[in-house]
């Protein structure tokens, strides 16, 4: 069996899949897998350089650097420097493919369809040549490892994002406040009452006002008939 199953390249600020290998496995534990690692692209930000993220029966690898990662499936079989090596290389490749203008401008997913040609070719490299030829690559990439490892996860962890996907974080909500109404007191309906009165006599008042003052302006003209 393959050690390297799956592999593709996304783009790291929003997980875009920009190019993918073509995959021979529909297993379900194989298919589950492969819906983690679409949701670990969402949070590739949040894990800057390398980093696997442990199952039962495959592992997840990836390998970010600026705003391109590459990442694989892979069993658990595979020994992690062989893993990374394999991620770096195509890292590499796509890199020296494309400009990070036209990876920044790509608005649809796998937009970089030819590349997945080097994806496959990269893919049975590392499956099927024998490891003594890649000694020294191998060799540079553990001591690395060792040096700085990598991020380890669970696949449990992945969906951990499933409430923050698409920049939706996820609401905690609580129960609202339950406000009971309190009867009226006798105080209170008094002072309804001298409020209603109060502002009907204010009604009152300016009525007889506006009266008074129509008839003082209408006062003169009554003088000038009189005396015509």
């Known amino acids: 069996m393959s050690m390297i199953l799956f592999a ?4 790291v600020r929003d997980g875009l899949p920009l190019s993918a290998s073509t995959d021979f496995y529909h297993t379900q534990d194989f298919l589950e897998c492969r819906r983690r690692l679409k949701t670990l692209a969402l949070r590739l930000a ?12 495959f592992n997840i690898h990836f390998s970010s650097l600026g705003d ?23 890292w590499w490749e796509f890199t020296a493919s494309y400009d990070i203008t036209c990876i920044g401008l790509a608005s649809r997913p796998y937009a970089f ?16 040549v024998n490891s003594t030829q890649m000694e020294s690559s191998l060799q540079k990439i553990q001591e690395e490892l060792d040096f700085q490892p990598p991020v380890v996860l669970t696949l449990e962890d992945t969906d ?6 698409n920049g939706h974080t996820q609401m905690h909500l609580e ?19 001298l409020n209603i009165m109060c ?17 003082d302006r209408q006062g003169p003209f009554c003088w000038l008939d009189q005396t015509s």
Not at 8 to 11: A, G, Q, S
Not at 175 to 193: I, K, Q, Y
Not at 199 to 215: D, K, M, V, Y
């Open 68 to 90: 391109v990662a590459c990442m694989a499936i892979c069993s658990r079989q595979c020994p992690a420097a062989m893993a990374f090596c394999f991620l770096e290389t195509l």
């Open 160 to 165: 951990v994002a499933n409430g923050v996907m």
């Open 46 to 57: 949040q894990y800057p350089g390398r980093g696997s993220a442990e199952g039962r029966d």
């Open 175 to 193: 129960p609202a406040p339950n406000f009971r109404m309190e009867p009226v007191t006798a105080l209170g309906v008094l002072s309804l009452v």
């Open 199 to 215: 502002a009907a006599l204010n009604l009152i008042r300016g009525i007889h006002l506006a009266e008074h003052s129509l008839q």
């Open 113 to 128: 369809l030819e590349f997945d040609s080097i994806i496959q070719k990269a893919k049975w490299h590392f499956n099927y």
């Open 8 to 11: 593709c390249v996304v783009r």
